[in-house]
């Protein structure tokens, strides 16, 4: 009697294993409560649209490890405050930088990690055209992060101002909020490029 396993079934639990797990270690070892619980507000959000629409569109298990690894970034930076990062503080002193870079790497893997995700659901979702679909990914980026930019102010000018300055992380730069926009641009167009690269290459069969 032989046993398999069906890995496409085992790979999704396995990512959200791994998700809970970095998420409980960023709760249990968090400097700031507080900012845990602002920062990870999108974090739930995020989870129950994938909840959510399961039964109605599941992605590929690609499109479901690059969303683990994002959150899992996301999730590590509320741990210590974006500005507080420890592996920021390594990635400061391995390029010599003149500040915490953690958080400009997140927003660079949000358009980076998250192309993918969104081409998928434009394209097997949504159903729109291959030359649409490939390219709202890059737009849909730059809407959502100058919607949290604005998302940002509010919480920290308006809402919890207390926790104003952890939760911006902006360490002094002023420009801070354009750069932020600038690598997730970046990250999303880096991505299309490598989409766009393989699809021209691989076998029309093969399925992403």
Same mark, same amino acid.
């Given at each position: 009697?032989?046993?398999?396993?069906?890995?496409?079934?085992?790979?999704?639990? *396995?990512?959200?294993?791994?998700?809970?797990?970095?998420?409980?270690?960023?709760?249990?070892?968090?400097? +700031?409560?507080?900012?845990?619980?602002?920062?990870?507000?999108?974090?739930?959000?995020?989870?129950?649209?994938?909840?959510?629409?399961?039964?109605?569109?599941?992605?590929?298990?690609?499109?479901?490890?690059?969303?683990?690894?994002?959150?899992?970034?996301?999730?590590?930076?509320?741990?210590?405050?974006?500005?507080?990062?420890?592996?920021?503080?390594?990635?400061? +002193?391995? *390029?010599?930088?003149?500040?915490?870079?953690? +958080?400009?790497?997140?927003?660079?893997?949000?358009?980076?990690?998250?192309?993918?995700?969104?081409?998928?659901?434009?394209?097997?979702?949504?159903?729109?055209?291959?030359?649409?679909?490939?390219?709202?990914?890059?737009?849909?980026?730059?809407?959502?992060?100058?919607?949290?930019?604005?998302?940002?102010?509010?919480?920290?000018?308006?809402?919890?101002?207390?926790?104003?300055?952890?939760?911006?992380?902006?360490?002094?730069?002023?420009? +801070?909020?354009?750069?932020?926009?600038?690598?997730?641009?970046?990250?999303?167009?880096?991505?299309?490029?490598? *989409?766009?690269?393989?699809?021209?290459?691989?076998?029309?069969?093969?399925?992403?």
């Amino acid at each position: 009697m032989s046993c398999t396993i069906n890995t496409k079934k085992v790979l999704l639990p *396995f990512f959200m294993l791994l998700f809970v797990i970095v998420w409980c270690n960023s709760l249990i070892g968090t400097t +700031d409560i507080a900012n845990w619980l602002i920062e990870n507000t999108l974090t739930v959000i995020s989870l129950l649209f994938l909840i959510v629409s399961y039964r109605k569109y599941r992605f590929s298990n690609l499109s479901y490890l690059l969303i683990c690894i994002f959150l899992c970034l996301h999730v590590y930076g509320s741990k210590y405050t974006y500005a507080e990062n420890t592996f920021g503080f390594w990635l400061q +002193d391995v *390029f010599g930088s003149s500040r915490n870079q953690y +958080d400009r790497l997140v927003h660079f893997s949000f358009g980076f990690l998250l192309y993918h995700p969104m081409q998928e659901c434009f394209s097997k979702w949504l159903k729109y055209p291959p030359r649409i679909a490939i390219l709202l990914p890059i737009t849909l980026t730059l809407s959502v992060s100058g919607l949290y930019e604005i998302i940002e102010w509010l919480v920290a000018d308006i809402f919890f101002v207390e926790q104003g300055i952890s939760y911006l992380g902006t360490q002094g730069d002023i420009w +801070d909020a354009q750069k932020d926009m600038a690598m997730a641009f970046l990250g999303a167009v880096s991505a299309f490029s490598i *989409f766009l690269a393989l699809y021209q290459y691989r076998p029309k069969t093969l399925k992403v």
